[in-house]
Nanobody
Framework: EVQLVESGGGLVQAGGSLRLSCVATGLTFADYVIGWFRQAPGKEREGVALINVDDGAARYVDSMKGRFTISSDNAKNTVYLQMNSLKPEDTAVYYC????????????????????WGKGTLVTVSS
């Protein structure tokens, strides 16, 4: 059974940082791209960043560039999202998702074609 488990969310003040983790089990990690997506209250799910676990290539939604960094530790089957300079508008439930053979375009469709999803972790940024 494939499982993706996110952690690291919480309450942080504007300007602060958080690092989210996504641990994947039950799949061959290097065969997948892993993405971070988020959904704010009343809004559609949107892409944040994506990493090809096999070669480490990363892509970001333009609005996240420079503040967020995605990385992976293949030995731990874990993908991270380092979030800096957080803003109140970053408040959302953050999900990780795994997709086999998916392109970065999935970031712009809210991950609609990703194969597996975690349950999410809540990030709240106070002003």
């Amino acid at each position: 059974e494939v499982q993706l488990v996110e952690s690291g969310g919480g309450l942080v003040q504007a300007g602060g940082s958080l690092r989210l983790s996504c641990v994947a089990t039950g799949l061959t990690f290097a065969d997948y791209v892993i993405g971070w997506f988020r959904q704010a209250p009343g809004k559609e799910r949107e892409g944040v960043a994506l990493i090809n676990v096999d070669d480490g290539a990363a892509r970001y939604v333009d609005s996240m560039k420079g503040r967020f960094t995605i990385s992976s530790d293949n030995a731990k089957n874990t993908v991270y999202l380092q979030m800096n300079s957080l803003k109140p508008e970053d408040t959302a439930v953050y999900y990780c998702a795994a997709g086999r053979g998916k392109s970065y375009f999935t970031l712009y469709t809210g991950g609609s074609d990703m194969d597996y999803w975690g349950k999410g972790t809540l990030v709240t940024v106070s002003s």
